[in-house]
């Protein structure tokens, strides 16, 4: 028998404890901040839950003993005073958030409910719709829509000041007859008459230039007063139809209906022709933008105000789906969002958000007219990402297209309205000004 002897282990060389890998760490670090910051929501969440049931079950024994021992309304301040010396540490036994819980308990009876979906909301939720909405069915819509979209108590606050419920799905439109049933009836929920658009301080003179450059500028609110599921695209984007060109004022992408949607801003009222025009960029739209697997494009207008029977007879030979809504704008803060004037920190947090979006559109529209003068001019790409690949196939592409094609997530991230970090948007801008600039020694114009 042969014995072979065995092979040393390969040596390897040991790691210095000492001497630790940054990226590595860094990203273990941020998995871990990850996780942490995942189970405090989710904790904060349980004890949330536990505390409006809480409420909820001290608001249905006080209104029981109520009418089992026929108690009148003073027992909730003698009960407020017994239940503080007991637990002197709670500060929501107060008499007043007392009488609040035995509202509560009245106004949701059904457990089940309050389980599911109101036992989700914090407690300060609960009290402004309890205050403000008195009718079941539009208090349940609210609390809905509150944990849907994620509104804060303000914004909350806001909404039902504003009278969202009625407004919602109230535009005039044609969807019925041009889209599917599925779709038309989404499209119309996500549709609002009037459109409130109180967080610009326009004057009477205002053009329809100044207004498309507020609702920009202020992107988040627009998109907050639009709804879930719109994504920006673009404004003032440009479209060539028989060589000559056009602008859409507002486009965007609503990510549920799988569609874009073209908006068009009026600062008069209503005309018929308006809604021929909008036919118009939505047939383009369709045949330049559209992808095979998108739905239909839709379009809004926008107007200062209109007349229902003039919007009926314009939409009703129509075959493309248009919807028409008025906006309201106001020349004073709303009161309950006179706490949320930006501070200084505010504005340092918005201004790197609005730069990354201005530079995005320019971005947009100089790839836009350079790929149409490039001998590249076929292409039909939307977005810059779309565009930027076809610019590389071309082989017209400038040195700094890489760095770029790497900012695009921190871009569409401020497009969508998500906080961008001060450092990150500096380094974005400064790449995108840098394309721009070579971008510009490129073009076959000269």
Same mark, same amino acid.
């Given at each position: 028998?042969?014995?072979?002897?065995?092979?040393? &282990?390969?040596?390897?060389?040991?790691? $210095?404890?000492?001497?630790?890998? /940054?990226?590595?760490?860094?990203?273990?670090?941020?998995?871990?901040?990850?996780?942490? !910051?995942?189970?405090?929501?989710?904790?904060?969440?349980?004890?949330?839950?536990?505390?409006?049931?809480?409420?909820? /079950?001290?608001? +249905?024994?006080?209104? &029981?003993?109520?009418?089992?021992?026929?108690?009148?309304?003073?027992?909730?301040?003698?009960?407020? &005073?017994?239940?503080?010396? !007991?637990?002197?540490?709670?500060?929501?036994?107060?008499?007043?958030?007392?009488?609040?819980? +035995?509202?509560?308990?009245?106004?949701?009876?059904?457990?089940?409910?309050?389980?599911?979906?109101?036992?989700?909301? *914090?407690?300060?939720?609960?009290?402004?719709?309890? @205050?403000? =909405?008195?009718? *079941?069915?539009?208090?349940?819509?609210?609390?809905?829509?509150?944990?849907?979209?994620?509104?804060?108590?303000?914004?909350?606050?806001?909404?039902?000041?504003?009278?969202?419920?009625?407004?919602?799905?109230?535009?005039?439109?044609?969807?019925?007859?041009?889209?599917?049933? =599925?779709?038309?009836?989404?499209?119309?929920?996500?549709?609002?008459?009037?459109?409130?658009? @109180?967080?610009?301080?326009?004057?009477?003179?205002?053009?329809?230039?100044?207004?498309? +450059?507020?609702?920009?500028?202020?992107?988040?609110?627009?998109?907050?007063?639009?709804?879930?599921?719109?994504?920006?695209?673009?404004?003032?984007?440009?479209?060539?139809?028989?060589?000559?060109?056009?602008?859409?004022?507002?486009?965007?992408?609503?990510? #549920?209906?799988?569609?874009?949607?073209?908006?068009?801003?009026?600062?008069?009222?209503?005309?018929?022709?308006?809604?021929?025009?909008?036919?118009?960029?939505?047939?383009?739209?369709?045949?330049?933008?559209?992808?095979?697997? @998108?739905? %239909?494009?839709?379009?809004?207008?926008?107007?200062?105000?209109?007349?229902?029977?003039?919007?009926?007879?314009?939409? #009703?030979?129509?075959?493309? %789906?248009?919807?028409?809504?008025?906006?309201?704008?106001?020349?004073?803060?709303? %009161?309950?969002?006179?706490?949320?004037?930006?501070?200084?920190?505010?504005?340092? +947090?918005?201004?790197?958000?609005?730069?990354?979006?201005?530079?995005?559109?320019?971005?947009?529209?100089?790839?836009?007219?350079?790929?149409?003068?490039?001998?590249?001019?076929?292409?039909?790409?939307?977005?810059?990402?779309?565009?930027?690949?076809?610019?590389?196939?071309?082989?017209?592409? *400038?040195?700094?297209?890489?760095?770029?094609?790497?900012?695009?997530?921190?871009?569409?991230?401020?497009?969508?309205? =998500?906080?961008?970090? &001060?450092?990150?948007?500096?380094?974005?801008?400064?790449?995108?000004?840098?394309?721009?600039?070579?971008?510009?020694?490129? $073009? %076959?114009?000269?």
């Amino acid at each position: 028998m042969t014995t072979r002897t065995p092979k040393p &282990a390969p040596h390897r060389t040991k790691a $210095d404890p000492t001497k630790i890998e /940054s990226q590595s760490y860094a990203a273990f670090v941020s998995d871990l901040k990850q996780k942490i !910051a995942e189970a405090r929501h989710r904790a904060s969440l349980s004890v949330n839950r536990e505390l409006i049931l809480l409420y909820w /079950s001290i608001g +249905r024994d006080i209104l &029981a003993r109520q009418e089992r021992e026929g108690w009148g309304a003073k027992i909730i301040d003698r009960l407020a &005073a017994d239940l503080g010396r !007991a637990f002197p540490e709670m500060t929501g036994l107060s008499s007043r958030n007392l009488k609040y819980m +035995r509202a509560f308990a009245e106004a949701w009876p059904d457990g089940e409910f309050v389980q599911q979906v109101v036992a989700l909301l *914090p407690w300060g939720h609960n009290v402004r719709l309890l @205050d403000a =909405v008195k009718i *079941p069915t539009e208090r349940a819509w609210y609390a809905r829509h509150a944990i849907e979209h994620g509104w804060s108590r303000n914004v909350l606050a806001h909404q039902i000041d504003s009278n969202l419920f009625d407004r919602q799905g109230s535009a005039l439109t044609n969807f019925s007859r041009t889209l599917p049933a =599925v779709q038309s009836e989404l499209a119309q929920q996500i549709l609002k008459d009037p459109y409130t658009f @109180d967080f610009l301080s326009l004057g009477p003179e205002m053009l329809e230039r100044d207004l498309e +450059r507020g609702l920009v500028e202020h992107l988040r609110s627009l998109i907050l007063e639009l709804g879930k599921g719109f994504a920006f695209v673009g404004s003032q984007y440009h479209l060539e139809v028989g060589g000559q060109d056009y602008y859409i004022d507002l486009l965007f992408y609503h990510l #549920r209906l799988r569609c874009f949607v073209v908006i068009e801003l009026k600062i008069e009222d209503f005309k018929p022709e308006f809604a021929g025009k909008m036919n118009f960029y939505l047939s383009a739209v369709d045949d330049q933008l559209r992808h095979p697997d @998108d739905k %239909p494009t839709i379009g809004i207008i926008l107007c200062k105000g209109r007349n229902q029977v003039v919007v009926e007879y314009a939409l #009703r030979d129509s075959s493309k %789906p248009i919807g028409v809504a008025q906006y309201q704008l106001s020349h004073a803060l709303p %009161p309950q969002l006179e706490e949320d004037l930006p501070t200084i920190e505010d504005f340092a +947090r918005e201004f790197p958000l609005m730069s990354v979006v201005k530079l995005r559109i320019e971005i947009e529209r100089a790839l836009r007219g350079f790929l149409a003068r490039s001998s590249f001019s076929r292409s039909r790409s939307i977005g810059i990402g779309n565009m930027l690949r076809d610019l590389q196939q071309s082989g017209l592409a *400038p040195n700094s297209t890489d760095s770029l094609v790497k900012s695009l997530r921190v871009m569409n991230e401020a497009s969508h309205g =998500v906080d961008v970090d &001060a450092e990150a948007a500096q380094r974005v801008v400064e790449t995108g000004t840098m394309f721009l600039a070579e971008l510009k020694e490129l $073009d %076959p114009r000269g």
